[in-house]
């Protein structure tokens, strides 16, 4: 029952891989061509196979696909194999999920909730580790006044930046530096 299974989305190709428990193993959001993110799934969960996804899982791709379009629909019911992921990486992907598509918090306001300033570059690290993405919407943070803040998903920023302008999220005050999408 295990298995992956793609998604077309405005933004490209992106795919999830799940256990047997119906749980999300991984998330891939789109490489630069729909091979590439074809063959990066295959690398990444070689134990799997591309496969019809059971009609639960079938139902998770329809409400993720429209999340990224700006539906409301955190997804946060969706369970994680997260047994492996430390804690605070739990804590962080927990927080993140509850970013609803179209919005966006900042490293510093999950950093509140989880104990602190002090742990903002923790959440950071924690974000640039997410290996559910786009299912954990680690697009959704942003640096300190609406600046766009890094993102280690295939394509940077300029993927960053496209995810939050499908989901219909204010981009305010983007940082000088990044792509322009407009």
Not at 142 to 153: C, L, P, R, T, V
Request: negative net charge.
């Amino acid at each position: 029952m295990s298995g992956f299974a793609f998604f077309d989305t405005p933004a490209g190709l992106c795919g999830l891989a799940w256990n047997d428990a119906l749980e999300i193993c991984g998330g891939q959001l789109p490489e630069a061509t729909a091979v590439l993110t074809r063959q990066r799934m295959q690398q990444r969960f070689p134990d799997l196979q591309e496969s019809e996804p059971p009609p639960a899982m079938a139902e998770v791709l329809r409400r993720l696909a429209a999340a990224l379009q700006g539906a409301p629909d955190t997804l946060e019911d969706v369970p994680l194999a997260d047994a492996d992921v430390p804690e605070f990486n739990r804590r962080v992907y927990a927080l993140a999920r509850r970013i609803p598509p179209g919005q966006t918090r900042s490293y510093g306001e999950l950093a509140a909730e989880l104990g602190g300033p002090a742990v903002a570059r923790a959440v950071g690290q924690a974000l640039g580790r997410n290996h559910f993405a786009p299912l954990v919407p680690c697009h959704r943070v942003m640096a300190a006044h609406g600046q766009s803040g890094g993102f280690s998903g295939p394509g940077g920023l300029k993927t960053k930046l496209h995810l939050l302008q499908l989901e219909g999220a204010p981009l305010g005050n983007p940082s000088a530096d990044q792509p322009s999408l407009f």
